[in-house]
């Protein structure tokens, strides 16, 4: 039985890739830094692999990338409202730094998508009028975090019961257990 949620999960993750609009394109990552407070953002789904490691796109200079350096234990929630699923993901980030790999996506990013990546003030950073950002031309501050999955809750809102089942990877493969939703 739990195969079927299972695939549900997998196919559904997939098509954050691959489904334009798809509400797991847009996932809430959370960090917690030395400072213990837990920091919550929106990050888009760039790659996922069969292995169901995701990836997301950052500037180098955000506080996420702060934040995994120093605790790279991080959270991810994705809600799909129609289907009324929703996915929490505990896993270990790590920062992709393989100047191949980085030109290799970089490359991939469309020119006005690039400007997220290049503006001469980390992110974060005060400034007096959103107009006045400015842009580099020479460099930029492309980063890729890959997030291996460890634990995958699937809570399922249905009539007349919820469903819920808690994934947990145990070498390289998934155990599954029900949870009381």
């Known amino acids: 039985m739990e195969q079927v949620f299972w695939k549900e999960l997998n196919e559904e993750l997939h098509k954050g890739i691959t489904k334009k609009g798809h509400p797991f394109r847009y996932m809430t990552l959370a960090t917690v830094g030395l400072d213990h407070l837990a920091r919550l953002r929106t990050v888009v789904l760039r790659k996922l692999n069969k292995n169901l490691d995701l990836t997301i796109f950052t500037d ?96 399922k809102l249905k009539r007349p019961n919820h469903i819920r089942i808690k994934y947990s990877k145990v070498g390289e493969k998934w155990e599954e257990e029900f949870l009381t939703p």
């Open 60 to 155: 180098k200079r955000s506080k996420k990338v702060i934040h995994i350096k120093e605790n790279n234990k991080v959270s991810l929630l994705l809600y799909h409202p129609k289907k009324m699923l929703q996915l929490k993901i505990e896993g270990k980030a790590r920062i992709i730094e393989d100047p191949e790999t980085l030109k290799k996506y970089w490359n991939g990013i469309q020119p006005n998508s690039r400007k997220d990546y290049i503006t001469k003030k980390a992110p974060g950073t005060v400034i007096k009028n959103p107009d006045l950002v400015t842009y580099m031309d020479d460099e930029h501050h492309f980063c890729m975090i890959e997030i291996k999955p460890y634990k995958i809750e699937y809570l």
